[in-house]
T-cell receptor
Framework: EDKVVQSPLSLVVHEGDTVTLNCSYE??????LLWYKQEKKAPTFLFML????IEKKSGRLSSILDKKELSSILNITATQTGDSAIYLC??????????????FGKGTKLSVKP | NAGVTQTPKFRILKIGQSMTLQCTQD?????MYWYRQDPGMGLKLIYY???????DKGEVPNGYNVSRSTTEDFPLRLELAAPSQTSVYFC???????????????FGPGTRLTVL
């Protein structure tokens, strides 16, 4: 059965700290891995990582895909209170067709204290 | 707990047909959501519900309807299917102890819909 596991489930840090969130997966036909930030309702898309793009960076956020270890990390440097959110990892599995199915992890709840 | 379950897993519709995507959660979550995921795009919120009897529009509600008669079920209705509604649909649920504060969303396995 395909699954995505995130760790830790929750994390509390202080402003300025650097955090690393983990996502590991067991998926039969891997296509891509996505990171989302969930603050209120709809999660906000952060990164998509594929075999041809295993490292992405945007400002203080960066993510790396390790296809050998079947995992990804999301790094946030110099954290701010606005980074407080639930971070979701999802893996797209290829079941044929132009679009795969997403399997979501349970999320990591990050709290950044002033 | 089965978590969030969705049926069907796959469906092909002809233009103009109607169908209902079913979503059920057994975690007693008060919040439920419907999203669509298009290739290369992030999730887009269609409708959401903060409790039985209460629903509200999300970012892309046109062409869809929902109802929430029970805590467990949140069906999504397509009345006149159009090719633009070809997508993968995800249902999710979460628990909110007080208004405006919600915990992790738990997602169903998705329904892949093709409209030809």
């Amino acid at each position: 059965e395909d699954k995505v596991v995130q760790s830790p489930l929750s994390l509390v840090v202080h402003e300025g700290d650097t955090v690393t969130l983990n996502c590991s997966y067991e998926v039969t036909n891997f296509r891509s891995l996505l990171w989302y930030k969930q603050e209120k309702k709809a999660p906000t898309f952060l990164f998509m990582l594929t075999s041809s793009g295993i490292e992405k960076k945007s400002g203080r956020l960066s993510s790396i895909l390790d296809k050998k270890e079947l995992s990804s990390i999301l790094n946030i440097t110099a954290t701010q209170t606005g980074d407080s959110a639930i971070y979701l990892c999802a893996v797209e599995a290829d079941y044929g067709g132009s679009q795969g199915n997403l399997i979501f992890g349970k999320g990591t709840k990050l709290s950044v204290k002033p | 707990n089965a978590g969030v379950t969705q049926t069907p897993k796959f469906r092909i519709l002809k233009i103009g047909q109607s169908m209902t995507l079913q979503c059920t959660q057994d975690m007693n979550h008060n919040y439920m959501y419907w999203y669509r995921q298009d290739p290369g795009m992030g999730l887009k919120l269609i409708y959401y519900s903060v409790g039985a009897g209460i629903t509200d529009k999300g970012e892309v509600p046109n062409g869809y309807n929902v109802s929430r008669s029970t805590t467990e079920d949140f069906p999504l209705r397509l009345e006149l299917a159009a090719p633009s509604q070809t997508s993968v649909y995800f249902c999710a649920s979460s628990y909110s102890p007080i208004a405006g504060v919600t915990d992790t969303q738990y997602f169903g396995p998705g329904t892949r819909l093709t409209v030809l």
